[in-house]
């Protein structure tokens, strides 16, 4: 069975630049989280959707960052403009709902010179 | 204080002994509790969950919760060197579907 497919799995940009990070979670899954991890501070939910709907965005740092989940198999979080403290590994999670345990991506591992 | 504290280690145990890994969490709303294991570089991964006082047992896994003392912790029996790992603690406070994670613990299993 596929588990939860995020892409690239590495990015390196120059700050300013737009980065768009993808997901795809498991199917029939209904919930979709995002993660940040750092070793400052640790992992660190950004914004989950239930249902293709943000149901919780206050992690979301600040207006740079945006997410989206046009259909039940994609979601988007999206940087703009990038900073080198955006650097980090991003993980996206799927889940049944509820208090279903997550299940992660590979991340992706952003780099911001 | 952190809604999910873990003692960061690190935590080192001889192979074969049982690694006791401990977390501590400050919602008493909390529903449910998971242990994910990450190596280095890779994405955590689910070990264990647990949405009652007790134990839950998965081979040499056990998972322990304490509602009242709110606590979790981890046994691992039979301690293998790749168990080496950090390991996270994850709470479900409330009804909300989010985890909090704590910043894990990091176990090294020597040979």
């Known amino acids: 069975d596929a588990g939860v497919i995020q892409s690239p799995r590495h990015e390196v940009t120059e700050m300013g630049q737009e980065v768009t990070l993808r997901c795809k979670p498991i199917?029939?899954?209904?919930?979709l989280f995002w993660y940040r991890q750092t070793m400052m501070r640790g992992l660190e939910l950004l914004i989950y959707?239930?249902?293709?709907?943000?149901?919780?965005d206050s992690g979301m740092p600040e207006d740079r960052f945006s997410a989206k989940m046009p259909n039940a198999s994609f979601s988007t979080l999206k940087i703009q403009p990038s900073e080198p403290r955006d650097s980090a590994v991003y993980f996206c999670?799927?889940?049944?709902?509820?208090?279903?345990?997550?299940?992660f991506g590979d991340g992706t591992r952003l780099s911001i010179l | 204080q952190k809604e999910v504290e873990q003692n960061s280690g690190p935590l080192s145990v001889p192979e074969g002994a049982i690694a006791s890994l401990n977390c501590t969490y400050s919602?008493?709303?909390?529903?449910?509790f998971f242990w994910y294991r990450q190596y280095s570089g890779k994405s955590p991964e689910l070990i264990m969950f647990?949405?009652?006082?007790g134990d839950k047992e998965d081979g040499r896994f056990t998972a322990q919760l304490n509602k009242a003392s709110q606590y979790v912790s981890l046994l691992i029996r039979d301690s293998q060197p790749s168990d080496s790992a950090t390991y996270l603690c994850?709470?479900?406070?409330?009804?909300?579907?989010?985890?909090?994670f704590g910043q894990g613990t990091t176990l090294q299993v020597k040979p």
């Open positions: 919602d008493r709303g909390s529903q449910s």
């Open positions: 994850a709470v479900n406070p409330g009804n909300t579907g989010k985890l909090i």
């Open positions: 647990i949405y009652s006082n």
């Open positions: 959707f239930n249902n293709n709907v943000p149901i919780d």
């Open positions: 999670a799927s889940n049944l709902g509820g208090h279903q345990p997550q299940h």
């Open positions: 199917s029939g899954h209904n919930s």
